[in-house]
C-alpha cells in the first residue's frame, strides 16, 4: 500500500477571460447571466486578475499551494514524511488530473482533507463527489469536517489577537469582533432538501440538515474562547454569515451588511472581521471584505479592521498534521474503495 494526502480546494480562474467557464464548473454547468460573469470579472479584476497570465498565480490558487508544501514539511518534521498533493474542484489543478498524477505515482490509498473546515455540502459534498469519481479502485480515507480542531482556532486567534489588540488601542474603546462565514443557500439548510449535492445516496446526510451552519458558529466560539487569555469577553463578538451569492434564490444570514448596521445602531465606532470560514486570500477576502464591506462600514461611521488571513500560518499546517495524523479526532468517513 502506498499512502498520500490530497487537499481539496475551491479553485480559482487565473486570467478574467476564463470566468464564463469557471462559473459553469462553481454551478455544475448552469449558465450564469452575463451581467454576473462581468460582475464577477469586475471583482476579481479589482483585486489583481487581469486579461494576461500575472507572474504569479492568483492568491487562492498560490496560497493553497504553499499550504499543500507547508503541511508537507510539516510531515515530515513530525517524523511522518508522506507526499501532499493538492486538487481544486473548479479550476486547474482539477481533482480528477491529480488523482491520475496519484494513480501514476504509484498510490493506493488516499487520504483527502477539504480546505474547508465546515462541512457543507455544497462545498466539502461536492469535493468528495469529484473526489469519488475520480479514485474508482483507490481506498479513501476522507474527512469531511475539522471545524473544531482546537489547534485551527488557535491560528486564527493568533490572526485575530494583534488586529483586535490594535483597533481597541487606536479607539480606547472595546471593538467587537464579527466573525463570518461564508453563506449558503437556505434550500441547503432545510432538511430533506432537493439540494444534496455531493452526498452519498441513502446516507442520513442526505436528507439530514446541512451541518454547516452551526460549525461555522462552533469556530467562531472556538476561537472567542481562546482570546480570552487576553481579555476577550463573550460579549465582545457576533457571528454573520458573508457573500450572499449573486446568483439568485435566498441565502442564509445575518448577512455582514445587516449586522454592521446594527452594530452602528448600538454606538460601536468600529468593528474587526474575522472571517473563519476561510483558510487563505481570495475573492471573497480581499474584495468583499477589503473593498464592499470597508466601504458599507465607512458609509455607516465605522472604522473596519480585519485579520490577516492564513495563508502560510504555520499553527494551520500543525492543525492540518493532527487532523491527518489523527491526533484531533475529526468527522471522518468509513475508509472506502471509491
Ligand atoms: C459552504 C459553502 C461555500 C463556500 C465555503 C464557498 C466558498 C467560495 N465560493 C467561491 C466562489 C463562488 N461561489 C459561487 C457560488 C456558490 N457558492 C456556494 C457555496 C460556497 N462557496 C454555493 C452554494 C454557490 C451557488 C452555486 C450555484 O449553483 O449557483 C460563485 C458563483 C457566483 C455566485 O453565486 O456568487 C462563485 C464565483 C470562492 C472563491 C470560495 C472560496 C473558497
Ligand atoms: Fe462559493
Ligand atoms: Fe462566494
Not at 159 to 177: D, Q
Not at 220 to 232: E, M, N, P, S, T
Not at 260 to 278: C, H, N, R, S, T
Amino acid at each position: 500500500m502506498k499512502e498520500a494526502i490530497l487537499l481539496l480546494a475551491h479553485g480559482t480562474p487565473d486570467v478574467l477571460g476564463e470566468m464564463a467557464a469557471y462559473l459553469s464548473k462553481v454551478t455544475g454547468g448552469r449558465a450564469l447571466p452575463q451581467e454576473v460573469v462581468e460582475e464577477l470579472q469586475h471583482r476579481y479584476g479589482e483585486i489583481g486578475l487581469g486579461w494576461e497570465p500575472g507572474v504569479e498565480p492568483p492568491p487562492l490558487t498560490r496560497w493553497t499551494l504553499t499550504q499543500g508544501h507547508l503541511l508537507e514539511l510539516a510531515l515530515a518534521q513530525a517524523g511522518h514524511p508522506m507526499k501532499v498533493y493538492v486538487g481544486m474542484r473548479n479550476w486547474h489543478p482539477y481533482i480528477a488530473d491529480v488523482v491520475a498524477k496519484m494513480r501514476e505515482d504509484g498510490v493506493t490509498r488516499i487520504k483527502a482533507l477539504c480546505l474547508a473546515p465546515q462541512n457543507s455540502r455544497t462545498s466539502v459534498g461536492l469535493y468528495r463527489k469529484a473526489l469519488m469519481e475520480a479514485a474508482k479502485g483507490l481506498e479513501v480515507e476522507f474527512v469531511a469536517g475539522w471545524a473544531e480542531n482546537p489547534t485551527l482556532a488557535e491560528a486564527f486567534a493568533d490572526r485575530t489577537w494583534p488586529v483586535w489588540a490594535e483597533a481597541c488601542a487606536e479607539t480606547g474603546r472595546r471593538i467587537p469582533v464579527l466573525f463570518t462565514a461564508h453563506s449558503v443557500p437556505c434550500r441547503t439548510i432545510m432538511t430533506g432538501s432537493a439540494s444534496v449535492a455531493g452526498a452519498r445516496p441513502g446516507t442520513p446526510e442526505q436528507t439530514s440538515p446541512d451541518p454547516y451552519p452551526v460549525e461555522s458558529k462552533r469556530t467562531a466560539q472556538l476561537v472567542a474562547d481562546r482570546l480570552k487569555v487576553v481579555g476577550f469577553k463573550e460579549s465582545d463578538w457576533v457571528f454573520a454569515f458573508q457573500s450572499q451569492g449573486i446568483s439568485g434564490g435566498p441565502w442564509i444570514g445575518p448577512t455582514v451588511e445587516d449586522t454592521l448596521k446594527a452594530l452602528k445602531d448600538q454606538g460601536e465606532i468600529g468593528v474587526v472581521m474575522q472571517p473563519v470560514g476561510f483558510l487563505c486570500d481570495h475573492v471573497e477576502i480581499l474584495y468583499d471584505i477589503d473593498i464592499a464591506f470597508r466601504q458599507t462600514a465607512e458609509e455607516l461611521g465605522l472604522k473596519l479592521w480585519r485579520a490577516e488571513s492564513l495563508n502560510a500560518s504555520p499553527i494551520l499546517a500543525e492543525a492540518l498534521v493532527q487532523v491527518i495524523l489523527g491526533e484531533y479526532k475529526a468527522d471522518v468517513d468509513e475508509v472506502v474503495v471509491a
